[in-house]
C-alpha cells in the first residue's frame, strides 16, 4: 500500500497516489509527495516540502527541518527537491529563510550520500553528488554535474561552477570556478576535471582548449595579475564560441568583479544591523569606504550596517 499504517501522515500533504510512505515515516505540513516518490522508512519530510517524481529519500533522512539560523524566526520558507534524486541516511536539508530565496533548493537526478548536510538557502544544480558527511553551510550555489567529497566543510555563501570536483576533506572557504579538480585547505584549483568534461560530451579539442586555458590561468601566470591573464587567455579563443575556455574566463571575470571575502553570493547578503539581520523596509545608503550603494534597514534611530560589497560597518543616520 502507498502508506504504510505505521507512517504519520499529516492531513495537509499531497500524497500523490503513485508515492509510497513506509513505516515509520513522518509526513507533516503542507508536503507534497509527487508520482514515484518512495520515503522508505523512518524518513521525516516537514512544512512546505516538494519532492519530485521518483526521489527515493532513505532511513534517518530529514527534509525541510527549521535552518540552524539564529536569524530565522519562523517565515514559511521551503525545500524543493527535484526528480530522480536519492537523498540517503541521515541526511538533513533544511529550509530556506528571509535573508535568502526563502527557498532550499535541490535539483534533478541529485544524490546526497549518507550523514551529508545542506543548508538553508543552498541551491544545488541538476545532477550534483554530495558525498558522505560533506557539510555546506547556508547560501552555498553548487553548479550542474559537480562532486563534493566525503567530508568537505564548505563556508556560507560559496559558489561552486559547473563539472567541478571538490576532493575530500577540503576546506572550501571561497568561491571554486566550473571545470575544474580543487584540493586543499582551502580548497583551490589543481587540475582540469578531464573526466567530467567528457562524460559531459565535450569535445576533445574543447578539454585542450581548457586545459590550455587553465594552465595559463593558474601555474604559468607567473606575476601577470590574474585580471590581465584572463583578458589574454579570451583574446586567444575568442573565434571559438561556446568554448568552455571562454565560459572560465566569463566566471573568472564576474568573481573579481563581484566577490566579496572570495565568495560572489556575499555581495547579494542582507545588511546586518547589531548581529541580526535586515528584514524590514530598507532603503539605499552609499557606503563611505568603497563608495556603492547597499540596502539598509529603515529605523527611527541611528545604527550600524556593514555595506553587502566592501563588507565594512558604518553608521547610517535615522530616517527622516
Excluded at 515515516?25 to 519530510?45: F, Q, T
Excluded at 527537491?81 to 541529485?110: F, L, P, Q, W
Excluded at 567528457?198 to 569535445?203: H, L, M, V, Y
Amino acid at each position: 500500500m502507498p502508506i504504510h499504517p505505521l507512517a504519520v501522515v499529516d492531513p495537509q500533504a499531497e500524497v500523490h497516489p503513485e508515492a509510497t510512505v513506509g513505516p515509520f515515516c513522518y509526513v507533516r505540513g503542507k508536503v507534497r509527495l509527487a508520482a514515484g516518490v518512495e520515503l522508505i522508512s523512518h524518513a521525516s519530510v516537514y512544512g512546505r516540502a516538494t519532492i519530485g517524481a521518483g526521489t527515493r529519500i532513505f532511513p534517518g533522512a530529514v527534509v525541510g527541518s527549521d535552518p540552524q539560523d539564529l536569524k530565522y524566526k519562523g517565515e514559511d520558507s521551503e525545500v524543493i527537491v527535484g526528480e530522480r534524486c536519492r537523498i540517503h541516511e541521515c541526511v538533513t536539508i533544511s529550509k530556506g529563510t528571509a535573508t535568502g530565496a526563502m527557498a532550499t533548493r535541490v535539483g534533478d537526478d541529485v544524490l546526497v550520500m549518507a550523514y551529508a548536510h545542506i543548508a538553508h538557502d543552498c541551491d544545488i544544480g541538476h545532477g550534483v553528488v554530495v558525498a558522505n558527511g560533506a557539510q555546506l553551510a547556508g547560501h552555498c550555489r553548487i553548479g550542474r554535474k559537480s562532486i563534493i567529497g566525503a567530508m568537505v566543510g564548505m563556508h556560507h555563501f560559496v559558489t561552486v561552477g559547473e563539472l567541478t570536483i571538490i576532493s575530500a576533506m577540503c576546506g572550501v572557504r571561497f568561491d571554486v570556478p566550473p571545470y575544474v579538480m580543487a584540493e586543499g585547505n582551502p580548497a583551490e584549483p589543481r587540475n582540469v576535471n578531464v573526466i567530467g568534461l567528457r562524460r559531459d560530451g565535450i569535445s576533445e579539442g574543447d578539454v585542450a582548449d581548457l586545459r590550455e586555458a587553465f594552465r595559463d590561468l593558474y601555474h604559468d601566470r607567473g606575476a601577470t595579475p590574474l585580471r590581465e591573464a584572463v583578458e589574454e587567455v579570451r583574446d586567444r579563443f575568442q573565434a571559438k564560441t561556446g568554448s568552455p575556455a571562454l565560459k572560465l574566463c566569463d566566471w573568472i571575470e564576474a568573481h573579481l568583479e563581484n566577490a566579496i571575502k572570495g565568495r560572489m553570493a556575499e555581495a547579494h547578503r542582507t545588511a546586518v544591523v547589531g548581529g541580526k539581520a535586515n528584514t524590514g523596509a530598507t532603503r539605499p545608503v552609499t557606503c563611505r569606504h568603497c563608495g556603492k550603494e547597499f540596502p539598509a534597514q529603515v529605523q527611527a534611530e541611528a545604527y550600524l550596517a556593514a555595506c553587502t560589497h566592501c563588507g565594512r560597518q558604518q553608521s547610517i543616520e535615522p530616517r527622516s
